[in-house]
């Protein structure tokens, strides 16, 4: 005898099945909207950028690892095109920030534009903020005494608020990536590409105040990037020029140069900035380390286990384009070096040798793909964890709301207190200098601030203005005039900051008056005018830096700074 289920448990029976079909037999339908994801999807971060990838063109993943600056005040329709076709990061260059609210306008626009493109990626927007005399976002924000100056402070809390109070500013603006802190040694003392962008020669301290940099931006919500690996600090040379062959033996290179980058490996530094550098004895391709599977791949990743993002210095730079031949053949070495982000500061054409010939590469050649799936991986992970902690910067930054932030008032306070600290005497024949001891006073220098600290406290004084960019023409000038202004005064005090200055300053000798060398950027030009009465170093052209150093002149507080490098 049949037995038939009654019409009500058929109709149950059949709702089970109808809403647990899935879990048993997915349809397509059900796998394409299970597989379907975008960067906000709420799936662990690792997985997702692993689904992601896989999930991405080759297009998609290429443009995922370049990064491209812009050169007028707005971002042109070139980068928009760039930015919907998947463009992973930007960045802001100093020749487009005078105007600050612009610039978060900017970045707003570019972030809601990459929202809308299929994987909802955001961008990484990085800009160099060194502190000192590298501030690429100007406008308002503040102008620090800077790294020199830290090392003659000799603090770590001082390296700390830097990054902490630098990180803060930029990150109103919605720049979430930082290129410092800058770790090369002051090595070379005629170099002009790193001097006080240094924290000085010592591996050791400068690892220390690097790492205390770098904690201080992490905690503002701005991602740190050491620079420039494996080290700038031995040459003078400028690999915006040419490429800058640093001719050291393997023990030398490990016991100085990578000292400061181990240290921050050791903290868990993010990103770390390849540098246009050669170092023959280490690398004896003479290729430059931007573009050295050796020093990217063999030493960074797998000797020192670094794990975070390695990023290009520009590839707009002689000292990498002279080597490969070509700008195209520099993106591929770079990406097969083992650099996770390539950065052009000019945007690319989509028809470029750049875009094209590594696309095809791409297509063609498996190893190149599973090189650039890996940093394309790598990148979006790094966004996921930035982007969904609690402390990035905004996407949509309010420009109505910017003159809150910039320049940060508790900064205000902190950087004067700083370059208070980093003062250092070098030479001392009687202070303080009073307004009775001074005299009549000549003030001899280039700029504003220099003499407004001045006058603040010497009323009785004049002003002898040069330029502070002097020509050799200028400077051949003002040495021969300066001696017949100076002699109807007293004292002269005279700012020093370049090699020409010097030689300004030079011209005083013969006139046997008190003379005051007030020396600002690197110090080494102020050591050969040891015949100065007093000889008071300060690392920065930053307003703080001359109050600083008009204050130590004046006996307004005890002047505790070192010269944070051997001479």
Request: aromatic content about 12%; hydrophobic content about 40%.
């Given at each position: 005898?049949?037995?038939?289920?009654?019409?009500?448990?058929?109709?149950?029976?059949?709702?089970?099945?109808?809403?647990?079909?899935?879990?048993?037999?997915?349809?397509?339908?059900?796998?394409?909207?299970?597989?379907?994801?975008?960067?906000?999807?709420?799936?662990?971060?690792?997985?997702?950028?692993?689904?992601?990838?896989?999930?991405?063109?080759?297009?998609?993943?290429?443009?995922?690892?370049?990064?491209?600056?812009w050169?007028?005040?707005?971002?042109?329709?070139?980068?928009?095109?760039?930015?919907s076709?998947?463009?992973?990061?930007?960045?802001?260059?100093?020749?487009n920030t005078?105007?600050?609210?612009?610039?978060?306008?900017?970045?707003?626009?570019?972030?809601?534009?990459?929202?809308?493109q299929?994987?909802?990626?955001?961008?990484?927007?990085?800009?160099?903020?060194?502190?000192?005399?590298?501030?690429?976002?100007?406008?308002?924000?503040?102008?620090?005494?800077?790294?020199?100056?830290?090392?003659?402070?000799?603090?770590p809390?001082?390296?700390?608020?830097?990054?902490?109070?630098?990180?803060?500013?930029?990150?109103?603006?919605?720049?979430?990536?930082?290129?410092?802190?800058?770790?090369?040694?002051?090595?070379?003392?005629?170099?002009?590409?790193?001097?006080?962008?240094?924290?000085?020669?010592?591996?050791?301290?400068?690892?220390?105040?690097?790492?205390?940099?770098?904690?201080?931006?992490?905690?503002?919500?701005?991602?740190?990037t050491?620079?420039?690996?494996?080290?700038?600090?031995?040459?003078?040379?400028?690999?915006?020029?040419?490429?800058?062959?640093?001719?050291?033996?393997?023990?030398?290179?490990?016991?100085?140069?990578?000292?400061?980058?181990?240290?921050?490996?050791?903290?868990?530094?993010?990103?770390?900035?390849?540098?246009?550098?050669?170092?023959?004895?280490?690398?004896?391709?003479?290729?430059?380390?931007?573009?050295?599977?050796?020093?990217?791949?063999?030493?960074?990743?797998?000797?020192?286990?670094?794990?975070?993002?390695?990023?290009?210095?520009?590839?707009?730079?002689?000292?990498?384009?002279?080597?490969?031949?070509?700008?195209?053949?520099?993106?591929?070495?770079?990406?097969?070096?083992?650099?996770?982000?390539?950065?052009?500061?000019?945007?690319?054409?989509?028809?470029?040798?750049?875009?094209?010939?590594?696309?095809?590469?791409?297509?063609?050649?498996?190893?190149?793909?599973?090189?650039?799936?890996?940093?394309a991986?790598?990148?979006?992970k790094?966004?996921?964890?930035?982007?969904?902690?609690?402390?990035?910067?905004?996407?949509?930054?309010?420009?109505?709301?910017?003159?809150?932030?910039?320049?940060?008032?508790?900064?205000?306070?902190?950087?004067?207190?700083?370059?208070?600290?980093?003062?250092?005497?070098?030479?001392?024949?009687?202070?303080?200098?009073?307004?009775?001891?001074?005299?009549?006073?000549?003030?001899?220098?280039?700029?504003?601030?220099?003499?407004?600290e001045?006058?603040?406290?010497?009323?009785?004084?004049?002003?002898?203005?040069?330029?502070?960019?002097?020509?050799?023409?200028?400077?051949?000038?003002m040495?021969?005039?300066?001696?017949?202004?100076?002699?109807?005064?007293?004292?002269?005090?005279?700012?020093?900051?370049?090699?020409?200055?010097?030689?300004?300053?030079?011209a005083?000798?013969?006139?046997?008056?008190?003379?005051?060398?007030?020396?600002?950027?690197?110090?080494?030009?102020?050591?050969?005018?040891?015949?100065a009465?007093?000889?008071?170093?300060?690392?920065?052209?930053?307003?703080?830096?001359?109050?600083?150093?008009?204050?130590a002149?004046?006996?307004?507080?005890?002047?505790?700074?070192?010269l944070?490098?051997?001479?």
């Amino acid at each position: 005898m049949k037995k038939y289920f009654s019409p009500f448990v058929r109709t149950v029976l059949f709702a089970v099945y109808f809403f647990t079909r899935d879990l048993f037999f997915p349809s397509v339908a059900t796998v394409f909207a299970q597989s379907k994801v975008d960067f906000w999807s709420n799936i662990p971060n690792e997985t997702l950028a692993h689904r992601i990838v896989e999930q991405m063109t080759d297009e998609e993943l290429y443009s995922q690892i370049l990064m491209f600056g812009w050169a007028g005040a707005e971002p042109d329709k070139l980068l928009y095109d760039w930015v919907s076709r998947g463009l992973g990061s930007v960045k802001v260059f100093g020749w487009n920030t005078d105007d600050i609210n612009l610039v978060a306008k900017s970045i707003s626009s570019l972030q809601r534009s990459a929202s809308y493109q299929r994987f909802k990626i955001p961008l990484f927007v990085a800009t160099d903020q060194e502190g000192g005399w590298i501030r690429h976002v100007k406008g308002e924000t503040s102008i620090t005494p800077g790294n020199m100056a830290i090392g003659a402070s000799g603090y770590p809390a001082d390296a700390w608020y830097s990054g902490y109070y630098i990180s803060r500013e930029i990150k109103a603006l919605g720049i979430n990536m930082n290129f410092a802190p800058t770790v090369d040694l002051f090595t070379n003392q005629d170099s002009t590409i790193i001097g006080t962008r240094s924290f000085g020669d010592n591996p050791e301290n400068t690892g220390i105040l690097g790492a205390a940099f770098s904690a201080g931006s992490i905690a503002a919500g701005v991602i740190p990037t050491a620079k420039h690996f494996p080290g700038h600090g031995a040459t003078d040379s400028d690999s915006h020029i040419n490429l800058p062959v640093i001719e050291i033996d393997y023990n030398t290179f490990k016991n100085r140069e990578l000292v400061p980058f181990e240290f921050l490996i050791h903290e868990k530094i993010p990103a770390v900035m390849s540098g246009h550098l050669a170092f023959p004895k280490i690398d004896p391709t003479g290729a430059p380390a931007s573009l050295s599977k050796y020093f990217l791949t063999d030493l960074l990743r797998d000797e020192l286990g670094y794990e975070g993002l390695i990023i290009t210095d520009d590839m707009m730079m002689n000292g990498d384009t002279l080597y490969a031949g070509s700008l195209s053949a520099a993106f591929r070495m770079a990406i097969e070096a083992g650099n996770d982000i390539v950065i052009s500061s000019t945007t690319a054409r989509l028809n470029e040798a750049l875009w094209e010939n590594n696309l095809e590469r791409i297509r063609e050649n498996k190893e190149f793909r599973d090189r650039v799936k890996d940093a394309a991986e790598r990148v979006i992970k790094a966004k996921l964890d930035y982007f969904k902690s609690d402390n990035a910067a905004p996407l949509y930054p309010n420009p109505k709301t910017i003159s809150k932030y910039i320049p940060d008032r508790n900064g205000h306070t902190f950087f004067l207190n700083q370059a208070c600290r980093s003062i250092t005497l070098y030479k001392k024949t009687d202070l303080p200098l009073t307004k009775e001891k001074g005299g009549r006073v000549l003030f001899a220098g280039a700029l504003p601030q220099f003499f407004q600290e001045g006058k603040k406290r010497f009323s009785n004084s004049a002003e002898f203005r040069f330029n502070y960019d002097l020509g050799p023409n200028e400077a051949a000038w003002m040495s021969d005039n300066i001696p017949n202004i100076a002699s109807g005064y007293d004292t002269i005090i005279i700012c020093v900051s370049s090699e020409r200055s010097a030689k300004i300053a030079e011209a005083l000798k013969p006139l046997g008056k008190r003379v005051v060398i007030l020396s600002i950027m690197t110090p080494s030009y102020s050591f050969s005018l040891d015949w100065a009465d007093e000889i008071i170093i300060g690392y920065s052209y930053s307003g703080y830096t001359f109050e600083a150093l008009f204050g130590a002149l004046c006996g307004e507080f005890e002047i505790t700074g070192t010269l944070p490098f051997n001479r």
